[in-house]
């Protein structure tokens, strides 16, 4: 209770500072406090005998902090974790020895400056020896790392300005923070070596913002960084450093916006209407105490105006695009009308808008409070709300279903850096960040599901899946807390630095989220949906008022320490441990039932611990920088999502039962009651005991393990004055990642079909549509779907990078990499309700996942990125950055629930081979006309594998590509003052020629059959062919034009 007062006290204030502060300034990117970056050096007479004891000072002349230390007895000096930035003087002083200084010196996040100092006698020479930073070398974390600098953060083109989009530039991200195709769950994310993302499920911050861009000096995306101070990255770490103020007052204003007329109708021809973004803000900071006190803090707003398509049939196109005819679409609008209660004075269909609101506040004082002590205290808010946020489950689907939310999160950073001795330096960081989420359904009823068939003006046929009704994943309230402490001891020895530290969350979560309690109606036609006869119901009844709310904490605690040698000749390595642990300090209630049939308990609170080493080595060759070598292993572990915990929570058993119906036993709908009323939505049958209802049970396993991952990398760079070539190489592998396993399921199937799929509910209780009962499953009919949490899925990975860049004039430069990938998995499963993990598709037991290994969902093959900062040419400058990856990997999978595992399209597709005299004469035609469609970019992989189950992911959307680019001028306004105008065009290609810069976006799960019937006597399926599988209209965002306008001084 104290800790969350403090909160939000601290929150409070710190807002009201931030309102009183000047609206019409920013200010322009200044020196930060950083991590990883260090100077070390050598100290000799004229002759080279090393000098002990000298005296050294690493002063940054733009903020005053300055660090001393002294040589070793072989003459040899460390300053380590310096802010970054700059300029940088280093001073020698030596008795019997004039002074020494070198200037210019700038530090980068990572970066390690090597200097040496040859010392003049005091008697040689009168004056200080002064010496420019090109004396100096600056050795990069490259390979390991891709560095996102702080001219690139700045200048670069960046259309939502969210600094982790620039991650596209690393050549092993993937799709979205997916790091060398790894679970998104396995990227930390750090700012300023604290804590950036939700825990509870491994999302950043809300909304557009994490943080403002504006805040961010410069930031890297580190996959094969082998420092044991780094953990809970599987995937790898996406580490930011903020700004600071300094001794001089600068500071901009700026404004950035978009429109329809700064941009074209989309691929499918939908105009852009309706469509503004304006980005606009200030930043401003300076000295309040020259040297010793500074200030700096942030202002962004973004406040859009966007289309929102759902479910638009316009014509044929659509029709073809979406798989469903108008005239299904009017005959579901009209029954649901006369019958469900569906207000059509309200538009479903068609072109909307959205208009998301995000604001960012950031704040950040620097206080040099002595010479050895350096105090940080900074806060980050930031404020989204979208009224259509929230999707439904279905692609297509009504108005109606959708929702809207609201999420703010605050983080308030208190960091220490202490000088206890000249070889002893200690990092102390504080910090309290708190999320809040709240969802809210536009209708608060059952969902519904209508399954249409439909002839398609191509003469093909296709069934798709239709949503009305409300949202699974709204009303919902969230609140996530944070409590991180984190101390890190650095000792510097003669040529051995030691680090010890331990860093720990406490992350306190409450989550309402009522999930399936709406209830769904299931329907296999629009003739079911007409009579008001539902093939299928499903709730999870609460038996408590309100419903429940999951209330628990969880402990991520770790120990680690290293020690680095200079072993002489360039040669520099490191070795250390980490030991890290994942606790759940509160349980799920306990449900003597599970135990009883199962021998589990659903009270578990997990505690794992993960030991592990690492070691990697760097090899400057001729210790000139030319030729440099790394190599490093280690063990990694990866963050669980919290949010398996809330399931545990209120998936006991205790707080809810799950009810089934199918067939005539399923109840008649009555939507226009539930929309009055939500508590007439059918429940528990009349005259029947809740306590004899089978519930539906969420909990760990015996088998659950933390996933740790083993990393290995080497590589080779060369440098040759401005140029730089480099080849890596990379392999990791991922067990015990997390995926739910129904432990209430029959363990053989009751018969097979084609394929050898086995099915695991009784011919005789599937209806003659086809569908199953997942109740029919089960080894004990007292329990409903029990889902246990496991550690059975695992990952591989496999990469090669080169890379190669060239400094240019006049601070710019060209970068260029292309990557191949492999990245391997059963399941990628990566967050958050328990039952999403059984959308891992399979080839007839869910249980088993060896029939799942293959391409990650978020593996990509091939990978180009290039990024240019062009010399100015008459006061204009160029900058811009084009990435293209292979496209997604895609399954053929059957519309229907052909296994009984309780959930459909998970099912892996037999693919009819037409040539086959068993395969029915109509599947077989419809067979010969998809394969003969030249428009099916599936038809090598459906030809590949007639006749046998089509494993996963082993198709391929095609490659795709985009460039954006920035022109930029800077208009002098004399007295340091001066305006910037920008132009960014994101989508060259499409500019430059409306057939370019769109893409051929394969779903992931392509139906190539639904499921249409099944006869109990012959215990076969029916199906329909989808003809449309493997086609794709192109889409994509056409391009934009946004100007952009900055005041700076």
């Known amino acids: 209770m104290f800790l969350a007062r403090t909160l939000r006290a601290l929150r409070a204030r710190t807002t009201v500072m931030l309102g009183l502060l000047p609206l019409a300034f920013a200010l322009h990117p200044v020196h930060a406090q950083g991590t990883d970056a260090s100077v070390r050096g050598l100290v000799t007479d004229s002759i080279g005998t090393a000098i002990a004891g000298a005296a050294i000072e690493v002063r940054n002349l733009s903020s005053g902090f300055s660090a001393t230390l002294r040589s070793s007895d072989q003459g040899r000096f460390v300053a380590t974790q310096l802010p970054l930035g700059g300029p940088y003087r280093i001073t020698v002083r030596a008795v019997g020895y004039r002074p020494s200084t070198r200037d210019g010196v700038t530090?980068?996040?990572?970066?390690?400056?090597?200097?040496?100092?040859?010392?003049?006698?005091?008697?040689?020479?009168?004056?200080?020896?002064?010496?420019?930073?090109?004396?100096?070398?600056?050795?990069?974390?490259?390979?390991?790392?891709?560095?996102?600098?702080?001219?690139?953060?700045?200048?670069?083109?960046?259309?939502?300005?969210?600094?982790?989009?620039?991650?596209?530039?690393?050549?092993?991200?993937?799709?979205?923070?997916?790091?060398g195709g790894a679970r998104p769950m396995s990227t930390d994310v750090r700012i300023d070596g604290v804590g950036a993302q939700m825990n509870n499920t491994g999302q950043t911050f809300s909304g557009p913002l994490t943080m403002t861009v504006e805040a961010i000096r410069e930031f890297e995306i580190v996959t094969n960084e082998y420092d044991v101070s780094k953990g809970r990255q599987g995937g790898g770490l996406i580490n930011a450093v903020t700004k600071s103020g300094s001794n001089t007052f600068t500071g901009s204003a700026f404004s950035y916006y978009r429109n329809q007329a700064l941009t074209t109708a989309d691929f499918r021809g939908v105009p852009a209407k309706d469509f503004t973004v304006r980005q606009q803000g200030f930043s401003v900071g300076g000295p309040i105490i020259r040297d010793r006190l500074s200030f700096f803090t942030v202002y962004d707003q973004t406040d859009q105006t966007l289309p929102l398509e759902i479910t638009n049939v316009r014509g044929a196109p659509d029709e073809l695009e979406l798989g469903i005819s108008r005239d299904s679409l009017t005959r579901m609008t009209s029954i649901l009308a006369q019958k469900y209660g569906l207000d059509t004075t309200n538009k479903q269909f068609g072109l909307f808008s959205r208009k998301p609101l995000s604001r960012a506040f950031f704040g950040r004082v620097d206080w040099q409070v002595s010479p050895r002590n350096r105090l940080t205290l900074r806060n980050n808010t930031t404020l989204f709300s979208d009224p259509e946020e929230i999707g439904p489950d279905q692609i297509l689907h009504y108005a109606e279903s959708r929702g809207g939310a609201k999420v703010n999160s605050y983080g308030t950073l208190l960091s220490l850096r202490s000088t206890l001795r000249p070889t002893l330096v200690n990092e102390l960081k504080l910090q309290a960040l708190q999320f809040e989420r709240e969802r809210n359904a536009r209708t608060e009823v059952p969902r519904g599901f209508v399954r249409i068939a439909s002839s398609l003006?191509?003469?093909?046929?296709?069934?798709?899946?239709?949503?009305?009704?409300?949202?699974?994943?709204?009303?919902?309230?969230?609140?996530?807390?944070?409590?991180?402490?984190?101390?890190?001891?650095?000792?510097?020895?003669?040529?051995?630095?030691?680090?010890?530290?331990?860093?720990?969350?406490?992350?306190?979560?409450?989550?309402?989220?009522?999930?399936?309690?709406?209830?769904?109606?299931?329907?296999?036609?629009?003739?079911?949906?007409?009579?008001?006869?539902?093939?299928?119901?499903?709730?999870?009844?609460?038996?408590?008022?309100?419903?429940?709310?999951?209330?628990?904490?969880?402990?991520?605690?770790?120990?680690?320490?290293?020690?680095?040698?200079?072993?002489?000749?360039?040669?520099?390595?490191?070795?250390?441990?980490?030991?890290?642990?994942?606790?759940?300090?509160?349980?799920?209630?306990?449900?003597?039932?599970?135990?009883?049939?199962?021998?589990?308990?659903?009270?578990?609170?997990?505690?794992?611990?993960?030991?592990?080493?690492?070691a990697q080595a760097t090899w400057d060759v001729r210790n000139d920088g030319r030729h440099v070598l790394r190599a490093g292993v280690g063990r990694f572990s990866s963050q669980p999502p919290y949010n398996v915990q809330v399931n545990h929570i209120l998936q006991s058993g205790l707080e809810a039962v799950d009810i089934i119906q199918v067939g005539s036993a399923a109840p008649r709908p009555d939507f226009p009651s539930y929309r009055r009323d939500i508590?007439?939505?059918?429940?528990?049958?009349?005259?029947?005991?809740?306590?004899?209802?089978?519930?539906?049970?969420?909990?760990?396993?015996?088998?659950?393990?933390?996933?740790?991952?083993?990393?290995?990398?080497?590589?080779?760079?060369?440098?040759?004055?401005?140029?730089?070539?480099?080849?890596?190489?990379?392999?990791?592998?991922?067990?015990?990642?997390?995926?739910?396993?129904?432990?209430?399921?029959?363990?053989?199937?009751?018969?097979?079909?084609?394929?050898?799929?086995?099915?695991?509910?009784?011919?005789?209780?599937?209806?003659?549509?086809?569908?199953?009962?997942?109740?029919?499953?089960?080894?004990?009919?007292?329990?409903?779907?029990?889902?246990?949490?496991?550690?059975?899925?695992?990952?591989?990975?496999?990469?090669?990078?080169?890379?190669?860049?060239?400094?240019?004039?006049?601070?710019?430069?060209v970068s260029l990499s292309y990557t191949r990938n492999s990245t391997v998995d059963n399941s990628s499963f990566n967050c958050c309700v328990a039952i999403t993990s059984t959308f891992s598709q399979n080839t007839g037991d869910p249980r088993d996942l060896s029939g799942s290994r293959g391409p990650s969902d978020n593996a990509f093959r091939d990978k180009y990125v290039a990024a240019f900062l062009l010399p100015p040419i008459y006061g204009f400058r160029v900058t811009g950055s084009y990435v293209g990856t292979s496209g997604r990997p895609f399954s053929l999978v059957i519309n229907g629930d052909v296994n009984g595992d309780g959930t459909a399209n998970n099912d892996l597709a037999f693919v009819f081979d037409p040539n086959d005299p068993s395969t029915p004469a109509d599947i077989a035609a419809a067979m010969q006309r998809v394969l003969a469609n030249p428009n099916n970019r599936a038809r090598d992989v459906i030809r590949k594998y007639l006749g046998q189950i089509a494993p996963r992911n082993v198709g391929w959307s095609p490659f795709r590509g985009q460039t954006d680019v920035r022109v930029a001028r800077d208009l002098n306004l004399g007295r340091g003052q001066a305006v910037e105008l920008t132009v960014d065009i994101f989508n060259l290609e499409n500019l430059l020629n409306k057939k370019w810069g769109g893409e051929y976006n394969l779903a992931t799960a392509q139906q190539l059959v639904a499921v249409s019937g099944f006869n109990q006597a012959t215990r076969k399926y029916t199906y329909r062919v989808n003809e449309q599988v493997g086609t794709a209209v192109k889409s994509g965002s056409p391009y934009q034009i946004q100007l952009g306008a900055r005041y700076k001084f």
Request: net charge positive.
């Open 679 to 813: 508590s007439t939505v059918p429940g528990v049958p009349a005259g029947v005991s809740p306590s004899s209802i089978p519930a539906y049970i969420n909990y760990f396993g015996k088998d659950f393990r933390v996933p740790t991952t083993w990393k290995g990398s080497a590589g080779y760079e060369y440098r040759i004055g401005p140029m730089q070539l480099g080849v890596f190489g990379y392999y990791a592998k991922t067990v015990d990642n997390f995926q739910y396993f129904d432990k209430n399921m029959v363990q053989s199937p009751f018969f097979t079909i084609e394929g050898g799929r086995g099915v695991f509910v009784p011919a005789n209780r599937i209806t003659a549509l086809g569908r199953t009962n997942n109740a029919d499953t089960r080894i004990h009919t007292d329990l409903g779907r029990v889902l246990e949490l496991v550690g059975s899925s695992e990952l591989e990975q496999k990469s090669v990078v080169l890379q190669g860049s060239v400094a240019l004039p006049r601070r710019s430069s």
């Open 107 to 179: 530090l980068n996040i990572g970066s390690v400056v090597t200097t040496s100092f040859r010392m003049l006698p005091a008697t040689t020479q009168l004056q200080e020896v002064t010496v420019e930073a090109a004396a100096s070398r600056t050795i990069e974390r490259n390979g390991a790392v891709t560095r996102i600098g702080e001219q690139q953060v700045r200048e670069l083109p960046n259309q939502n300005r969210r600094f982790q989009d620039l991650t596209k530039l690393s050549p092993l991200s993937g799709n979205g923070v997916s790091l």
């Open 457 to 614: 003006p191509n003469g093909t046929n296709r069934t798709t899946t239709v949503q009305f009704g409300g949202n699974r994943l709204a009303p919902e309230k969230y609140k996530e807390r944070q409590f991180q402490l984190a101390n890190t001891l650095y000792w510097t020895g003669t040529n051995q630095t030691i680090t010890l530290g331990t860093d720990n969350i406490i992350s306190k979560v409450a989550r309402y989220l009522p999930v399936e309690q709406r209830g769904l109606f299931e329907f296999d036609n629009l003739s079911q949906l007409d009579a008001l006869a539902p093939a299928r119901y499903s709730r999870q009844v609460p038996l408590r008022n309100g419903g429940t709310t999951a209330d628990f904490t969880v402990a991520d605690l770790s120990f680690f320490g290293q020690s680095e040698w200079n072993l002489g000749r360039g040669l520099t390595a490191s070795a250390g441990l980490r030991l890290d642990g994942v606790m759940f300090l509160d349980a799920a209630a306990y449900n003597p039932l599970v135990e009883q049939r199962l021998g589990a308990r659903t009270d578990v609170k997990p505690s794992n611990w993960i030991v592990s080493p690492r």
